[in-house]
């Protein structure tokens, strides 16, 4: 009796509020996960609904999700998303407004290997890098360039949307609305397919176009054409990370926001409704046992798809019921190896002669994507990069966890090895529809964009899209929400 006396005293004041209806704002809002996407999503609902709104964060692991780091000899690495194209303009302006800085960048050569051979070098000098492209591919290069710009100058229009207002319920509207029938054909279609259409050879495809999808999604060029082009447009921009670890971008957003952060994994969502107006209580678990809270809003920011056993989240009380997202996630494994690389497996007995700071591949050898010579997250100004005949720290992303002796293959020795494990992306083609980002009334998916395109910066759009779709719905502004021709409507406003 004592948990029900705290439960019903939030159910009654959350009922006053309902009752206050109108203008009033939602008295509690729950975000579910506490990666980018939840930590973004509490920050732009505050923005909407102001500073009084109650917002709890459910967390069951650590803050900052898919962002994170490890320790390696005394120095922290990134073990989650490493870096940022410079057009994620959401993830710039957290940056700024938390007051953090832009990593120094350690600049150092990539190189692409088909398993035997490199098949393609980069050298320190522009010119003969395109020299060397064109040798190669002819103008294949420059067909990816202009297919990949036209798709980002017309997806950079999510910006000027959400500026104005304007949300979508489902990723398909949001896709329509950027590139109409195309953007949404490209969810259909393979990179590779689209990429043949536009001139692009088979060959391109196959050494260049397929290392970069393995290293970013740990998939092929058969993957859909939107998700591809999100990532090759990130291959061609200049990056960046933040000073310090880019997990801190999560814990400053939450931070600012003053939310209320509760460790605990969240089991259940049920809906109660009272003069029409939608409840939600969240059930959750955590050390000290069950428990629950009513909310006004309830944001899931964590993936829902049936072979993720962490999310074991069920949906009670809704008509027509809500089930998890009919998909697989695509698992991948981060190793950071303290160590000697095995420069001979590359082709280059003397490790002095190795030139290389990134290397991508090819489908072969299959055991691992990429593998990457990097830096700490705090760098200071006298840091330089490790020789390659030096001990340094490589990370090296695999479909699988390495065995000993792939170890071996890459590494003369090493003096330690750490994983990590992430369920990094959707499995594109194992879920046929986009998913919605209203659940019901109240009750909002941001990661049913991944299913479009899976990144941080994917995430903050996601974020604010889903902020604004509960502040547009709550205030009634249908205006606002799934509007056809917002390119003409903007220029209007403006």
Known sequence: MARAAPLLAALAALLAAAAAGGDAPPGKIAVVGAGIGGSAVAHFLQQHFGPRVQIDVY???????????????KQHYESGAASFHSLSLHMQDFVKLLGLRHRREVVGRSAIFGGEHFVLEETDWYLLNLFRLWWHYGISFLRLQMWVEEVMEKFMRIYKYQAHGYAFSGVEELLYSLGESAFVNMTQRSVAESLLQVGVTQRFIDDVISAVLR?????????????????LAGAQGSLWSVEGGNKLVCSGLLRLTKANVIHATVTSVTLHSTEGKALYQVGYENEAGHGSDFYDIVVIATPLHLDNSSSNLTFEGFSPPIDNIQGSFQPTIVSLVHGYLNSS??????????????????????????????????????????????AAVWRVQSPKPLFRTQLKTLFRSYYSVQTAEWQAHPLYGSHSTLPRFALHDQLFYLNALEWAASSVEMMAVAAKNVALLAYNRWYQDLDKIDQKDLMHKVKTEL
Do not use: H
């Open 215 to 231: 290293a970013s999604y740990g998939q092929s060029a058969a993957m859909p054409a939107f998700a591809g082009a999100m990532s």
């Open 345 to 390: 497996y590359f082709g280059f007995p003397d490790p002095k002669l190795f030139p290389f700071a990134s290397i991508l591949t090819t489908d072969f050898p299959s055991f691992f994507c990429a593998l990457d010579n990097i830096c700490p997250v705090n760098i200071s100004a006298n840091f330089r990069r490790k020789q390659p005949q030096e």
């Open 59 to 73: 967390e069951k692991g650590t803050v900052g999700g898919r962002l994170a780091t490890i320790s390696v000899n």
